[in-house]
């Protein structure tokens, strides 16, 4: 059984669209996080959520917008996608329970055109 | 803030042997977890090793063992009898001792295996 998984795993889009990102997580974590992964390798968190309410929000720019309808769900909307958006996002959990341990799904890669 | 510093942008090893990643953290708390992880080129994201800071003695997961100095903030990873699908890029990330707390990873190393 897949932990944390992410859909779509490609995204090929067009400047100026909106597109969402889903990840669901059936570990019962009571934490899941975004982090954007860039075409150096560079990991930045960019939201994480604990139990549906924001707790961090880096300084990401508003047209990201995520939404945790429950605690084992957390999707990603990107809202007039510009060219810098490409990158590849990572959904993650965890609890406290296991140390802290982040887990990762497999990764959805961004395209903008 | 926190900060993570992996000072090796590229490593290789010849199969067989062994190979040491970097890593250093600055912090001003006491108590915090550490983490190696491995990404290949399928871009998942493995755990490879964790450390909790007030543990002294080193963790250890088979053929992957860390040299954790708390005083020197450093958080090496010793890989011994590296093997090809050791290659992979490895990020080093540091997280508070406090539920929910954000991760902060190095840039990362890139391992190439020789065989």
């Known amino acids: 059984d897949t932990a944390v998984s992410q859909t779509p795993k490609y995204l090929v889009t067009q400047m100026g669209n909106d597109k969402s990102i889903k990840c669901e997580q059936n570990?019962?974590?009571?934490?899941m996080y975004w982090y954007k992964q860039d075409s150096k390798k560079f990991l930045k968190i960019m939201f994480s959520y604990n139990n549906k309410e924001l707790i961090i929000n880096e300084t990401v720019p508003n047209r990201f917008s995520p939404k945790s309808p429950d605690k084992a769900h957390l999707n990603l909307h990107i809202n007039s996608l510009e060219l810098g958006d490409s990158a590849v996002y990572f959904c993650a959990s965890s609890h406290p329970g296991e140390q802290e341990t982040q887990y990762f799904g497999p990764g959805t890669r961004l395209l903008v055109l | 803030a926190q900060t993570v510093t992996q000072s090796q942008p590229e490593m290789s090893v010849q199969e067989a042997e062994t190979v040491t990643l970097s890593c250093t953290y600055d912090?001003?708390?006491?108590?915090?977890?550490l983490f190696w992880y491995k990404q290949p080129p399928s871009r998942q994201m493995i755990l490879v090793i964790r450390?909790?800071?007030?543990?002294?003695q080193n963790a250890t997961e088979n053929r992957f063992s860390v040299n954790f100095q708390k005083a020197a903030k450093s958080f090496s990873l010793k890989i011994s009898d590296s093997q090809l699908g050791d290659a992979a890029m490895y990020f080093c990330?540091?997280?508070?001792?406090?539920?929910?707390?954000?991760?902060?990873f190095g840039d990362g190393t890139t391992l190439t295996v020789k065989p």
């Open positions: 570990l019962g974590h009571d934490t």
């Open positions: 912090t001003s708390e006491s108590d915090y977890y």
């Open positions: 990330a540091y997280r508070r001792f406090a539920n929910a707390g954000k991760s902060t």
């Open positions: 450390q909790e800071a007030y543990k002294q």
